[in-house]
Protein backbone atom coordinates (compact mmCIF):
# COMPACT_ATOMS: atom_id res chain seq x y z
CA UNK A 1 0.00 0.00 0.00
CA UNK A 2 2.73 2.54 0.87
CA UNK A 3 4.82 1.64 -2.47
CA UNK A 4 1.47 2.20 -4.19
CA UNK A 5 1.14 5.61 -2.21
CA UNK A 6 4.67 6.25 -2.99
CA UNK A 7 4.07 5.58 -6.77
CA UNK A 8 0.85 7.64 -6.96
CA UNK A 9 2.76 10.94 -5.29
CA UNK A 10 5.64 10.47 -7.31
CA UNK A 11 3.02 10.70 -10.61
CA UNK A 12 1.56 13.41 -9.53
CA UNK A 13 4.57 15.29 -9.23
CA UNK A 14 5.89 14.72 -12.38
CA UNK A 15 2.89 15.54 -14.04
CA UNK A 16 2.28 19.08 -11.70
CA UNK A 17 6.12 20.16 -10.82
CA UNK A 18 6.25 21.60 -15.38
CA UNK A 19 3.31 23.42 -14.48
CA UNK A 20 4.39 25.23 -11.37
CA UNK A 21 5.89 28.01 -13.76
CA UNK A 22 2.68 28.26 -15.41
CA UNK A 23 0.63 28.81 -12.20
CA UNK A 24 3.15 31.59 -11.00
CA UNK A 25 3.02 33.22 -14.58
CA UNK A 26 -1.01 33.16 -14.63
CA UNK A 27 -1.23 34.85 -11.20
CA UNK A 28 1.14 37.42 -11.98
CA UNK A 29 -0.55 38.04 -15.18
CA UNK A 30 -3.94 38.04 -12.83
CA UNK A 31 -3.02 41.00 -10.21
CA UNK A 32 -1.24 42.48 -12.83
CA UNK A 33 -4.34 43.23 -15.06
CA UNK A 34 -6.66 44.12 -11.79
CA UNK A 35 -4.09 46.90 -10.32
CA UNK A 36 -2.68 47.90 -13.24
CA UNK A 37 -6.68 48.53 -14.64
CA UNK A 38 -7.19 50.39 -11.32
CA UNK A 39 -4.33 52.45 -11.58
CA UNK A 40 -5.18 53.84 -15.05
CA UNK A 41 -9.01 54.69 -13.42
CA UNK A 42 -7.33 56.98 -11.05
CA UNK A 43 -4.86 58.49 -13.51
CA UNK A 44 -8.25 58.72 -16.00
CA UNK A 45 -10.19 60.48 -13.55
CA UNK A 46 -7.73 62.20 -11.53
CA UNK A 47 -10.02 64.90 -10.27
CA UNK A 48 -12.27 61.97 -8.67
CA UNK A 49 -9.02 60.35 -7.12
CA UNK A 50 -8.04 63.63 -5.49
CA UNK A 51 -11.24 63.21 -3.70
CA UNK A 52 -11.51 59.62 -2.58
CA UNK A 53 -8.47 59.85 -1.11
CA UNK A 54 -9.06 63.18 0.87
CA UNK A 55 -12.66 62.14 1.61
CA UNK A 56 -12.96 58.43 1.74
CA UNK A 57 -10.19 56.79 1.64
CA UNK A 58 -8.61 56.49 5.32
CA UNK A 59 -4.93 55.94 4.46
CA UNK A 60 -2.48 55.84 7.40
CA UNK A 61 0.49 58.09 8.29
CA UNK A 62 0.61 59.49 4.51
CA UNK A 63 -1.00 62.61 3.22
CA UNK A 64 -4.15 62.31 1.48
CA UNK A 65 -2.08 63.88 -1.83
CA UNK A 66 0.94 61.85 -1.67
CA UNK A 67 -0.93 58.83 -0.81
CA UNK A 68 -3.06 59.38 -3.84
CA UNK A 69 0.14 59.73 -5.96
CA UNK A 70 2.19 56.48 -4.47
CA UNK A 71 -1.15 54.81 -5.16
CA UNK A 72 -1.49 55.86 -8.41
CA UNK A 73 1.92 54.77 -9.12
CA UNK A 74 2.01 51.55 -6.98
CA UNK A 75 -0.78 50.49 -9.38
CA UNK A 76 0.93 51.19 -12.69
CA UNK A 77 4.50 50.34 -12.25
CA UNK A 78 4.55 47.24 -9.79
CA UNK A 79 2.10 45.43 -12.32
CA UNK A 80 4.39 45.69 -15.19
CA UNK A 81 7.14 44.40 -12.85
CA UNK A 82 4.49 41.64 -12.03
CA UNK A 83 4.76 40.58 -15.53
CA UNK A 84 7.39 41.17 -16.19
CA UNK A 85 8.74 38.80 -13.82
CA UNK A 86 11.33 40.97 -12.64
CA UNK A 87 12.68 41.70 -9.02
CA UNK A 88 9.55 39.62 -8.47
CA UNK A 89 9.94 38.39 -5.02
CA UNK A 90 10.29 42.45 -3.63
CA UNK A 91 8.25 43.88 -6.24
CA UNK A 92 4.97 41.18 -5.13
CA UNK A 93 5.71 41.58 -1.42
CA UNK A 94 5.14 45.51 -1.95
CA UNK A 95 2.26 44.96 -3.78
CA UNK A 96 0.64 42.52 -0.63
CA UNK A 97 1.29 45.81 1.64
CA UNK A 98 -0.39 47.71 -1.36
CA UNK A 99 -3.15 45.21 -1.38
CA UNK A 100 -3.44 45.53 2.22
CA UNK A 101 -3.31 48.80 3.06
CA UNK A 102 -6.10 49.28 0.34
CA UNK A 103 -8.25 46.92 2.48
CA UNK A 104 -7.53 49.00 5.60
CA UNK A 105 -7.99 52.49 4.18
CA UNK A 106 -11.32 51.64 2.92
CA UNK A 107 -14.03 50.32 4.81
CA UNK A 108 -16.36 50.00 2.23
CA UNK A 109 -14.10 46.93 1.07
CA UNK A 110 -15.11 44.88 3.94
CA UNK A 111 -18.37 44.22 3.28
CA UNK A 112 -17.98 43.03 -0.90
CA UNK A 113 -14.37 43.08 -1.99
CA UNK A 114 -13.03 42.19 0.77
CA UNK A 115 -13.03 38.36 -0.72
CA UNK A 116 -11.50 39.67 -3.97
CA UNK A 117 -8.72 40.83 -1.90
CA UNK A 118 -7.99 38.13 -0.52
CA UNK A 119 -7.61 35.84 -3.81
CA UNK A 120 -5.19 38.71 -4.77
CA UNK A 121 -3.49 38.39 -2.00
CA UNK A 122 -3.17 34.37 -1.84
CA UNK A 123 -1.77 35.06 -5.73
CA UNK A 124 0.81 37.64 -4.72
CA UNK A 125 2.24 35.77 -1.82
CA UNK A 126 2.84 32.57 -3.90
CA UNK A 127 5.19 34.89 -6.12
CA UNK A 128 6.87 35.94 -2.62
CA UNK A 129 7.45 32.78 -1.35
CA UNK A 130 8.09 30.92 -4.30
CA UNK A 131 9.06 33.46 -7.16
CA UNK A 132 8.29 34.40 -10.52
CA UNK A 133 9.33 30.81 -12.10
CA UNK A 134 10.72 30.00 -15.15
CA UNK A 135 8.84 32.00 -17.34
CA UNK A 136 10.52 35.30 -16.46
CA UNK A 137 12.99 37.57 -16.41
CA UNK A 138 14.27 36.81 -13.01
CA UNK A 139 14.89 32.99 -14.13
CA UNK A 140 16.74 34.75 -17.40
CA UNK A 141 18.85 36.34 -15.68
CA UNK A 142 19.71 34.40 -13.39
CA UNK A 143 20.86 31.95 -15.96
CA UNK A 144 23.03 34.66 -17.54
CA UNK A 145 24.57 34.68 -14.35
CA UNK A 146 25.52 31.66 -14.10
CA UNK A 147 29.38 30.36 -15.69
CA UNK A 148 28.73 27.73 -18.50
CA UNK A 149 29.52 23.83 -17.74
CA UNK A 150 32.40 23.26 -19.71
CA UNK A 151 33.84 19.39 -20.00
CA UNK A 152 37.17 18.59 -18.76
CA UNK A 153 38.33 15.69 -20.37
CA UNK A 154 41.25 14.03 -18.42
Known amino acids: MLQ ?34 SGMVKLSSWDSTLYLFEYEYQ ?13 TAAELILPV ?5 LLTRPMA ?7 AIAVISYPVL ?24 AISADFAVSKLGQKPQTATNS
Open 4 to 37: LITKIDELSKAITTPLVSLLLLFTRIWVAIIFFK
Open 93 to 99: LILFVFN
Open 81 to 85: FMVLG
Open 59 to 71: VPVLPWQLAAYMG
Open 110 to 133: WEGGFYDHQLWGAMILMNVFWGAG
